[in-house]
């Protein structure tokens, strides 16, 4: 029984272990199997596009599928194309051809490389005369800052640079500007540098007569500023035998001591009709203290007030009340101009070039602040004047000294009003929208 057992148990044990060594054998042949897939397949199966278990399950398409992909990547990449050349272009406005107006835009500019050197130029009758002009941050484009001249040709100079032995001359590419058929200038009233009153406008006078649309378009090329917040407004006036006017006035009196600047660009400015503006505008001036006169016909006194305080009062003798042509007009005149002698005509009234001292004009229509010794019995009590404000010829020369231009003299109590009649400063008669309905953009 015991042997039985043994020789049993040695027959069974060597067939256990056969059974055994055989499934490993086929475990470890799937095992590779399946690794010579992943391996063709390209590494990893995440790299086929599957996974481990679909390449082993997924049979022979599956396995194609894999074998493909790994091909696939061993080919190399296609060529990526070159991409085209940045083309050279060098752009210069005008091009050229018909003439063009002073204002128009002007530059050159590369495509690629930059610009060194560029200089728009003209022959002058004193030599070449160069447009300023400033060249953009990446070298690339030139762009003039200022208009051209009427009837003049220009040409361009200056390097192109596309590499450190590329250098290539800017073409001058030649053009001409409008020969016009007729030219307008401006005045102004007010000096580069001067000082005036608190009631001064800005008047600029023009050479003709303008039609709307030109003063619209120079109203458009108008600038005021001011060193102190002010409202103001340009109005065009009617014209005169002197051509158009256009004036300046803030909607209250000037602040004192302001600085003012009024620019134009109106250089090469196109009117229309083949008419040119020829120069640009650029004045600054101060507004000074405060001094406003108030003159009540009723009072015979004239008071002046400087910076808020009275500093001076005067007797005086206004025009004769009775008659019309002789009222001292009622309204806000400015100082106008000052002259120790003037002579004063009135052949109505029975007298030519008669001398008169220590005169303020305040008005075209003969109105005066003068001294006037003939009328001395009646200053404080009477006014017996033609129009003007006569006072003694101390008083007279005192007020002279401390009047500047553009000082208001605000006349009260006398039966006729200041109108456009009475000549070109009449601005502070007119009502502030009044005013403003009077400019050309309205």
């Known amino acids: 029984m015991s042997r039985s057992w043994e020789h049993s148990r040695g027959r069974h044990t060597p067939r256990r272990r056969r059974r055994s060594v055989h ?15 992943v391996l063709l397949a390209g590494g990893t199966a995440a790299m086929a596009g599957g996974r481990i278990g679909d390449t082993v399950g997924g049979g022979v398409d599956s396995l194609a599928r894999n074998l493909a992909g790994a091909v696939d990547r061993l080919r190399p990449a296609p060529a990526v194309p070159p991409a085209p050349p940045v083309p050279e272009v060098l752009t210069s406005v005008p091009a050229g051809g018909a003439p063009v107006a002073p204002r128009s835009p002007v530059r050159t500019e590369v495509s690629t490389g930059t610009l060194d050197g ?19 941050p990446d070298g690339r484009s030139w762009t003039a800052t200022e208009p051209l001249d009427l009837a003049t040709t220009y040409h361009w100079s200056g390097s192109w640079v596309l590499g450190p032995q590329d250098r290539r001359p800017v073409p001058p590419a030649p053009f001409t500007t409008v ?43 108008l600038s005021v500023t001011a060193s102190r917040k002010v409202e103001g407004a340009w109005a065009w006036l009617p014209d005169t035998a002197e051509g158009s006017q256009v004036h300046y006035r803030p909607k209250a009196y000037w602040p004192a001591h302001t600085q003012v600047h009024v620019r134009g ?4 400015l196109d009117l229309g009709d083949g008419t040119f503006m020829t120069e640009d505008l650029d004045r600054a001036f101060t507004v000074g203290r405060s001094q406003i006169v108030k003159a009540d016909t009723r009072s015979h006194a004239i008071v002046v007030v400087r910076d808020g305080t009275e500093v001076a009062r005067y007797d005086a003798s206004y025009g004769l009340e009775s008659d019309p042509r002789r009222v001292t007009r009622s309204g806000i005149h400015v100082v106008m101009a000052r002259s120790e002698k003037v002579l004063m005509s009135n052949p109505d009234y029975g007298y030519v070039d008669e001398p008169q001292f220590w005169a303020v004009r305040i008005s075209n229509n003969g109105e005066f602040i003068h001294a006037n010794p003939a009328s001395s019995w009646a200053q404080g009590n009477r006014n017996v004047s033609h129009g003007c404000i006569n006072l003694s010829t101390r008083d ?31 601005d502070w008669t007119i009502p502030w929208d009044e005013w403003r309905s009077l400019s050309a953009l309205s």
């Not at 499934?23 to 897939?37: C, K």
């Not at 728009?120 to 060249?135: K, Q, R």
């Not at 030219?183 to 800005?202: F, S």
């Open 179 to 221: 020969d016009p058929d007729d030219t307008v200038d401006a005045t102004m009233n007010i000096r580069d540098g001067g000082e005036v009153g608190i009631g001064a406008p800005v008047v600029l006078t023009f050479g003709e007569k303008l039609p709307d649309a030109a003063k619209a378009t120079v109203e458009r090329a």
């Open 265 to 268: 660009a109106l250089r090469g």
């Open 118 to 136: 560029v200089a728009l130029t003209a022959d002058g009758d004193d030599g070449p005369v160069t447009v300023a002009g400033t060249l953009s």
């Open 396 to 426: 007279a020369k005192e007020f002279f000294a401390g009047a500047v231009f553009g000082d208001p003299v605000e006349v009260t109590g006398s039966s006729q009003p200041l109108t456009a009649r009475d000549g070109d400063l009449y």
């Open 23 to 37: 499934r490993r054998t086929w475990a470890v042949l799937a095992t590779s199997l399946v690794a010579l897939v």
